[in-house]
């Protein structure tokens, strides 16, 4: 069975540093993804990234940026410039490729505060 | 298309009282997932469905849940009867490959 596993339950950032979230995973799976979803206090589930296991590049999406380690089945998540807008629980999340059940499998997720 | 639907967005009932949630998912995806969020234990997968049939139940907490997929446009999700201790957010996801899309949830509350 897969696990995912999110070391730092909360993490605090200065409003307009770089702050990086780490996520392990452990699966026998060769082609899954990975991803990180948002949750601000509204309670929506709001993707941030999405990162394909087959893609050696890392994914970026404006401030958002993963280091993925396959390997090492690591899938931090980097937040540059934050804004007080950033702050929220983040979860990490792994999801086999078709094929296979394709069950979103969620660490227990980190607290992030930006300070003003 | 308006993302996953989820209604009621809040429920209040009391204990011992049947309680219904229902879902909306984006046409056209295959997947349908039932979570349940705590401050204690997370988000739990209660159930999921591939092409309205159910895959795997295993996390269902017990016999008083119950989930169906009647058609690919619709699923519920049942307590009955219900207990304080299934005071949660319930989400509905789908997805059709990768990403999954989540609804906004409802906040159950049992009194």
């Known amino acids: 069975a897969q696990t995912v596993t999110q070391s730092q339950p909360e993490m605090s950032v200065q409003e307009a540093e770089t702050v990086t979230l780490s996520c392990t995973y452990d699966?026998?799976?060769?082609?899954?993804?990975l991803f990180w979803y948002k949750q601000p206090p509204s309670r929506q589930m709001i993707l941030v990234i999405r990162?394909?296991?087959?893609?050696?590049q890392n994914a970026t999406e404006n401030r958002f940026s993963v280091n993925f380690q396959k390997a090492a089945k690591s899938f931090s998540l980097k937040i540059s410039d934050s804004q007080l807008g950033d702050t929220a629980m983040y979860f990490c999340?792994?999801?086999?490729?078709?094929?296979?059940?394709?069950?979103?499998?969620f660490g227990k997720g980190t607290k992030l505060t930006v300070n003003p | 298309d308006a993302g996953v639907i989820q209604s009621p967005r809040h429920e209040v009932t009391e204990m011992g009282q049947e309680v219904t949630l229902r879902c909306k998912p984006i046409?056209?995806?295959?997947?349908l997932f039932w979570y349940r969020q705590t401050m204690m234990r997370g988000l739990e997968l209660l159930i999921y469905?591939?092409?309205?049939?159910?895959?795997?139940d295993s996390g269902m907490p017990e016999d008083r849940f119950s989930a169906k997929m009647p058609n690919a446009s619709f699923s519920t999700l049942k307590i009955q009867p219900s207990e304080p201790r299934d005071s949660a957010v319930y989400f509905c996801?789908?997805?059709?490959?990768?990403?999954?899309?989540f609804g906004q949830g409802t906040r159950l509350t049992v009194v």
């Open positions: 990162q394909e296991a087959y893609k050696q």
């Open positions: 996801a789908s997805s059709f490959g990768a990403p999954a899309f």
């Open positions: 046409s056209g995806h295959d997947y």
């Open positions: 699966t026998s799976e060769s082609n899954y993804y």
């Open positions: 999340a792994f999801m086999k490729a078709r094929g296979g059940s394709e069950k979103l499998v």
């Open positions: 469905f591939n092409n309205n049939v159910p895959i795997d």
